[in-house]
């Protein structure tokens, strides 16, 4: 029963997801058109219609009844709009998006257990009476103008006839395909039609000929409405036993009668140039990935491939949904595999090394290699399996850019490029929150009112530029505003006014170390918390929730031009990157991603300010932490530490940090396992890994050890007041 | 399949099930050596028995953590009941084992832990008139970590209660009672 519930759930969040995107592609249209009519791809709207349709459907069948009631009225919406009833206005949008919300907000009671929220949906309910007042209908009858066959305009559905006329309002010329199919194959031969005439026009109906079957084939008349020539269409669909023709405009409006025989002359064609219906640029990235995680693509793919046909509850997409515990399962057993793989690897330099065995090694090595190179391409293939495109949550966030620009008033046109870099499933999930609050930041305390950007001679658009690339094994996505920057001195004055800093000590500080003080909590400049942010949450969550990714925040910033964040991530958690080092005779993994770089340690370098250790880096300070004083570990013997020593310079978010250890062993992809229950409450460690013979090393937790070393106090961090907090038993 | 692991003769097994139908309800119970003590657990909670694979500290852990090893690509905690119950640590031999330990769900389970022991010896099935309390015969702070004592043929069982040890209430040693967290303390 309960997965049953997880399933609808996870379901449900899809396909509100969908209706999400559909609902950004009919703003960008409406936005494109500006003041004109928009002419919103009709595919869009049925395919949001279809979402609704299913989720009232789906949630029914799990007895969530407000869900259902709902979407019950956002069906009938959405039905008038398919229908032409009511216009797609940015009004309408705004109920729609705020459907969205509220969904979630169902989805997310739902999934802790609470009652389903009463008031969002009242609320919502009578928003959507309000909007669903019908307009008049199309004002003119064009379908009088043109030699259809009556017979064939009896036949139509509402929605038929209504894109039938909207067509034909738009100067669309008509044309009538004959094409025979032979019935067993009759299926995949309409769909593959379908296929190709959809980027030149749209299909309204199709019907039997009546003429020209037999009993292996069908004649099917076709409808198609498309801004092409014939001669264009006529070499694009061209295929046997396919006829096309136009479909004459009358001079005069007589009704229908008979149909012609033969063609009479040439469509009405306006001088548009031959364009078909835009599809929206969607956001999303395109899908290629066979398994499909997140389950993302079973309804669009659906969608594409039955082009207005009705609503269908046959999946036709090659997908399968998996959760993704089962994918670390195999990962598991992979990771398994590969300690096996090198005590294989061990037995064969043994078998080598012995003269008379010396073939038996070749052969053994032999197969060891390819043993090894299938475990690489299946941890390859897992690992593709668990990434999604960052485009699932770039979605979300154009959406609140949407939401919070029209709240504030400010025009923000949000340019996202590179959606269709892939991260692990689990990173997109725990990315939402901390870019939602970079976001808002950016349109509240960056983008200036339209007047100010005025004045100094900006667009009155802001522009939010949301970038993600790929860095070797990182991602990196960039959050940048061209706002109003972030104002140093009243940084520092507000951190004077907190006791943070000394007016002396702010006198020395680099601009990058100001800035850091807004990743602290409760830091505001603003006064006066606004409805957004400003209240001092939200920089130290990104913070935060960046770091527990394994990932580091940075902020760059030009008073006046704009501001800068950059996060940057590790592609996966499933498989990291890490440095492994030794400290008094114990391996440790410092995974990469904070590893700034290794130098050699230098004793000489080191002054002690009020019992804390700093060195020297390039003129930076570096406060530095002797991992073995700080674990408390004894060396074998009591043995001095050796005189080579070397310094791991960590870095999270602004922070640096140099971790002296005794030796690097080097850089191995490892596989992070959690420690159990019992060693919850034990700081500095985000899991453990194995380094093969089956010995095991602990993964440092590095924003941990920053936060431990220089928290709480910042200005600490420079002034070394606060004691060191080595030794000492865990909780 | 069958065919290779036969059953046990019916003989022996009639005589099993008389003596369990003579004696009542039976439990089953692990028997290990610590120090020089014999104590056993119930056999249902032991999931495995490891040899001593290589072990990996945990810096600042509490005391009676050993360190964590690699159970088939699981991370496992290893615990060391002798410091519990203020046993003398000897250095351990080829005979040192790790049994694999995890409590009922309803009991506070959920996580596999692993104890050490000095050696593994065998199964005792006590009867319930076998088990006397461990009040009367301890009195002391470690009755705590003792189910009762079980005693067959003249020898003499410690039964451990893996409850305050396993379960998720004692994790820390902060929840130990004050006479055992002193006595632990600085370890």
Same mark, same amino acid.
């Given at each position: 029963?309960?997965?049953?519930?997880?399933?609808?759930?996870?379901?449900?969040?899809?396909?509100?997801?969908?209706?999400?995107?559909?609902?950004?592609?009919?703003?960008?249209?409406?936005?494109?058109?500006?003041?004109?009519?928009?002419?919103?791809?009709?595919?869009?709207?049925?395919?949001?219609?279809?979402?609704?349709?299913?989720?009232?459907?789906?949630?029914?069948?799990?007895?969530?009844?407000?869900?259902?009631?709902?979407?019950?009225?956002?069906?009938?919406?959405?039905?008038?709009?398919?229908?032409?009833?009511?216009?797609? @206005?940015?009004?309408?949008?705004?109920?729609?998006?705020?459907?969205?919300?509220?969904?979630?907000?169902?989805?997310?009671?739902?999934?802790?257990?609470?009652?389903?929220?009463?008031?969002?949906?009242?609320?919502?309910?009578?928003?959507?009476?309000?909007?669903?007042?019908?307009?008049?209908?199309?004002?003119?009858?064009?379908?009088?103008?043109?030699?259809?066959?009556?017979?064939?305009?009896?036949?139509?559905?509402?929605?038929?006839?209504?894109?039938?006329?909207?067509?034909?309002?738009?100067?669309?010329?008509?044309?009538?395909?004959?094409?025979?199919?032979?019935?067993?194959?009759?299926?995949?031969?309409?769909?593959?039609?379908?296929?190709?005439?959809?980027?030149?026009?749209?299909?309204?109906?199709?019907?039997?000929?009546?003429?020209?079957?037999?009993?292996?084939?069908?004649?099917?008349?076709?409808?198609?409405?498309?801004?092409?020539?014939?001669?264009?269409?006529?070499?694009?669909?061209?295929?046997?036993?396919?006829?096309?023709?136009?479909?004459?405009?009358?001079?005069?409006?007589?009704?229908?009668?008979?149909?012609?025989?033969?063609?009479?002359?040439?469509?009405?064609?306006?001088?548009?140039?031959?364009?078909?219906?835009?599809?929206?640029?969607?956001?999303?990235?395109?899908?290629?990935?066979?398994?499909?995680?997140?389950?993302?693509?079973?309804?669009?793919?659906?969608?594409?491939?039955?082009?207005?046909?009705?609503?269908?509850?046959?999946?036709?997409? &090659?997908?399968?949904?998996?959760?993704?515990?089962?994918?670390?399962?195999?990962?598991?057993?992979?990771?398994?595999?590969?300690?096996?793989?090198?005590?294989?690897?061990?037995?064969?330099?043994?078998?080598?090394?012995?003269?008379?065995?010396?073939?038996?090694?070749?052969?053994?090595?032999?197969?060891?290699?390819?043993?090894?190179?299938?475990?690489?391409?299946? &941890?390859?293939?897992?690992?593709?399996?668990?990434?999604?495109?960052?485009? &699932?949550?770039?979605?979300?966030?154009?959406?609140?850019?949407?939401?919070?620009?029209?709240?504030?008033?400010?025009?923000?046109?949000?340019?996202?490029?590179?959606?269709?870099?892939?991260?692990?499933?689990?990173?997109?999930?725990?990315?939402?929150?901390?870019?939602?609050?970079?976001?808002?930041?950016?349109?509240?305390?960056?983008?200036?009112?339209?007047?100010?950007?005025?004045?100094?001679?900006?667009?009155?658009?802001?522009?939010?530029?949301?970038?993600?690339?790929?860095?070797?094994?990182?991602?990196?996505?960039?959050?940048?505003?061209?706002?109003?920057?972030?104002?140093?001195?009243?940084?520092?004055?507000?951190?004077?006014?907190?006791?943070?800093?000394?007016?002396?000590?702010?006198?020395?500080?680099?601009?990058?170390?100001?800035?850091?003080?807004?990743?602290?909590?409760?830091?505001?400049?603003?006064?006066?918390?606004?409805?957004?942010?400003?209240?001092?949450?939200?920089?130290?969550?990104?913070? @935060?929730?960046?770091?527990?990714?394994?990932?580091?925040?940075?902020?760059?910033?030009?008073?006046?031009?704009?501001?800068?964040?950059?996060?940057?991530?590790?592609?996966?958690?499933?498989?990291?990157?890490?440095?492994?080092?030794?400290?008094?005779?114990?391996?440790?993994?410092?995974?990469?991603?904070?590893?700034?770089?290794?130098?050699?340690?230098?004793?000489?370098?080191?002054?002690?300010?009020?019992?804390?250790?700093?060195?020297?880096?390039?003129?930076?300070?570096?406060?530095?932490?002797?991992?073995?004083?700080?674990?408390?570990?004894?060396?074998?013997?009591?043995?001095?530490?050796?005189?080579?020593?070397?310094?791991?310079?960590?870095?999270?978010?602004?922070?640096?940090?140099?971790?002296?250890?005794?030796?690097?062993?080097?850089?191995?992809?490892?596989?992070?396992?959690?420690?159990?229950?019992?060693?919850?409450?034990?700081?500095?460690?985000?899991?453990?890994?194995?380094?093969?013979?089956?010995?095991?090393?602990?993964?440092?937790?590095?924003?941990?050890?920053?936060?431990?070393?220089?928290?709480?106090?910042?200005?600490?961090?420079?002034?070394?007041?606060?004691?060191?907090?080595?030794?000492?038993?865990?909780? | 399949?069958? &065919?290779?692991?036969?059953?046990?003769?019916?003989?022996?097994?009639?005589?099993?099930?008389?003596?369990?139908?003579?004696?009542?309800?039976?439990?089953?119970?692990?028997?290990?050596?610590?120090?020089?003590?014999?104590?056993?657990?119930?056999?249902?909670?032991?999931?495995?028995?490891?040899?001593?694979?290589?072990?990996?500290?945990?810096?600042?852990?509490?005391? *009676?953590?050993?360190?964590?090893?690699?159970?088939?690509?699981?991370?496992?905690?290893?615990?060391?009941?002798?410091?519990?119950?203020?046993?003398?640590?000897?250095?351990?031999?080829?005979?040192?084992?790790?049994?694999?330990?995890?409590?009922?769900?309803?009991?506070?389970?959920?996580?596999?832990?692993?104890?050490?022991?000095?050696?593994?010896?065998?199964?005792?099935?006590?009867?319930?008139?076998?088990?006397?309390?461990?009040?009367?015969?301890?009195?002391?702070?470690?009755?705590?970590?003792?189910?009762?004592?079980?005693?067959?043929?003249?020898?003499?069982?410690?039964?451990?209660?893996?409850?305050?040890?396993?379960?998720?209430?004692? *994790?820390?040693?902060?929840?130990?009672?004050?006479?055992?967290?002193?006595?632990?303390?600085?370890?």
């Amino acid at each position: 029963m309960i997965d049953q519930r997880d399933e609808f759930i996870s379901e449900a969040q899809e396909i509100v997801e969908g209706l999400s995107r559909d609902l950004l592609a009919l703003d960008a249209a409406i936005k494109r058109a500006s003041g004109g009519h928009a002419e919103s791809d009709p595919e869009v709207v049925n395919d949001a219609f279809r979402a609704v349709h299913t989720l009232k459907g789906l949630s029914s069948l799990f007895g969530v009844a407000r869900m259902s009631t709902l979407s019950h009225h956002l069906e009938d919406l959405l039905d008038d709009l398919r229908l032409g009833r009511s216009e797609i @206005t940015p009004k309408v949008l705004d109920v729609l998006f705020r459907a969205v919300d509220v969904y979630n907000i169902m989805l997310v009671a739902l999934r802790s257990g609470e009652p389903e929220p009463a008031r969002e949906v009242e609320e919502l309910l009578a928003a959507l009476g309000a909007t669903t007042s019908r307009e008049g209908g199309p004002s003119q009858n064009p379908l009088g103008d043109y030699d259809l066959d009556p017979g064939l305009l009896g036949v139509l559905t509402e929605y038929e006839e209504h894109r039938l006329r909207a067509n034909l309002q738009q100067g669309v010329g008509l044309f009538k395909i004959r094409a025979r199919f032979e019935l067993a194959t009759i299926d995949t031969g309409l769909d593959d039609l379908k296929a190709r005439a959809k980027p030149h026009g749209e299909i309204i109906t199709y019907l039997p000929s009546g003429e020209g079957g037999d009993a292996e084939a069908i004649e099917l008349d076709v409808l198609l409405a498309s801004r092409q020539t014939l001669d264009v269409l006529r070499t694009e669909l061209a295929a046997p036993g396919l006829q096309i023709d136009p479909v004459a405009r009358r001079g005069a409006r007589a009704l229908v009668s008979e149909p012609p025989p033969t063609v009479l002359g040439e469509p009405a064609r306006l001088t548009t140039p031959p364009s078909a219906p835009q599809e929206p640029a969607r956001l999303a990235s395109p899908r290629t990935r066979e398994v499909d995680v997140l389950g993302e693509g079973g309804r669009e793919d659906e969608a594409s491939a039955e082009p207005a046909a009705g609503l269908t509850i046959r999946g036709v997409a &090659q997908t399968v949904r998996v959760d993704i515990r089962k994918l670390d399962h195999l990962m598991n057993i992979v990771a398994e595999l590969a300690i096996v793989r090198s005590a294989l690897g061990r037995i064969t330099d043994r078998v080598r090394g012995m003269p008379e065995l010396r073939e038996l090694g070749t052969e053994l090595h032999r197969l060891h290699r390819s043993l090894d190179r299938h475990l690489g391409d299946m &941890q390859g293939g897992i690992l593709e399996v668990r990434m999604v495109p960052l485009g &699932q949550v770039f979605d979300k966030l154009a959406r609140v850019v949407r939401q919070i620009s029209r709240e504030h008033d400010k025009d923000i046109n949000l340019v996202i490029t590179g959606a269709e870099t892939e991260v692990d499933k689990l990173i997109v999930e725990e990315l939402s929150d901390p870019l939602m609050h970079m976001i808002r930041n950016a349109i509240d305390h960056g983008i200036e009112p339209r007047e100010v950007r005025r004045e100094r001679g900006k667009p009155d658009t802001g522009t939010i530029a949301l970038n993600a690339y790929q860095k070797g094994n990182h991602v990196v996505i960039e959050v940048q505003d061209d706002g109003a920057g972030i104002d140093e001195e009243r940084v520092l004055l507000t951190a004077q006014k907190r006791g943070l800093v000394t007016p002396e000590e702010a006198r020395g500080l680099l601009p990058r170390e100001i800035l850091g003080f807004i990743f602290l909590p409760g830091f505001s400049t603003k006064d006066g918390a606004s409805e957004l942010s400003g209240r001092g949450v939200g920089m130290d969550v990104v913070k @935060t929730n960046i770091g527990r990714l394994g990932g580091v925040v940075d902020v760059q910033s030009e008073l006046g031009i704009g501001t800068k964040m950059t996060v940057t991530l590790p592609i996966t958690l499933a498989i990291i990157s890490a440095l492994v080092v030794v400290v008094a005779g114990r391996r440790y993994a410092l995974p990469l991603a904070s590893v700034l770089e290794a130098l050699m340690f230098d004793p000489a370098s080191v002054r002690t300010i009020e019992s804390r250790e700093i060195t020297n880096l390039r003129g930076q300070t570096l406060p530095l932490c002797r991992l073995d004083a700080l674990f408390g570990l004894p060396r074998p013997d009591g043995a001095p530490p050796p005189v080579r020593q070397f310094a791991v310079v960590i870095g999270v978010g602004n922070h640096r940090l140099g971790c002296v250890v005794d030796s690097l062993i080097g850089q191995q992809d490892i596989v992070i396992k959690p420690l159990g229950r019992t060693l919850h409450g034990v700081r500095g460690f985000s899991g453990a890994t194995e380094l093969g013979d089956q010995n095991v090393g602990l993964v440092i937790d590095a924003p941990a050890l920053v936060e431990e070393i220089l928290a709480p106090s910042e200005a600490g961090r420079l002034m070394g007041q606060r004691r060191l907090g080595a030794g000492g038993e865990a909780s | 399949m069958t &065919q290779r692991r036969a059953d046990p003769p019916a003989a022996r097994r009639g005589a099993l099930a008389r003596r369990a139908v003579e004696r009542g309800a039976r439990t089953e119970f692990l028997a290990f050596r610590m120090a020089e003590e014999i104590y056993a657990v119930p056999i249902s909670y032991v999931k495995e028995i490891l040899k001593l694979p290589p072990l990996t500290e945990v810096p600042r852990a509490p005391s *009676d953590v050993m360190g964590v090893i690699s159970v088939r690509g699981r991370i496992v905690t290893v615990r060391d009941l002798r410091r519990r119950l203020r046993l003398a640590e000897t250095p351990s031999n080829r005979r040192a084992r790790i049994l694999l330990a995890e409590l009922p769900v309803d009991q506070g389970g959920g996580e596999r832990v692993g104890l050490f022991v000095d050696e593994v010896l065998h199964v005792y099935r006590f009867a319930e008139d076998e088990v006397e309390s461990a009040t009367n015969i301890l009195g002391s702070e470690l009755a705590e970590y003792v189910a009762g004592i079980g005693r067959q043929q003249g020898e003499m069982v410690i039964l451990i209660d893996l409850r305050p040890i396993l379960g998720g209430a004692t *994790d820390k040693g902060a929840a130990l009672p004050p006479a055992l967290a002193a006595a632990k303390g600085g370890g």
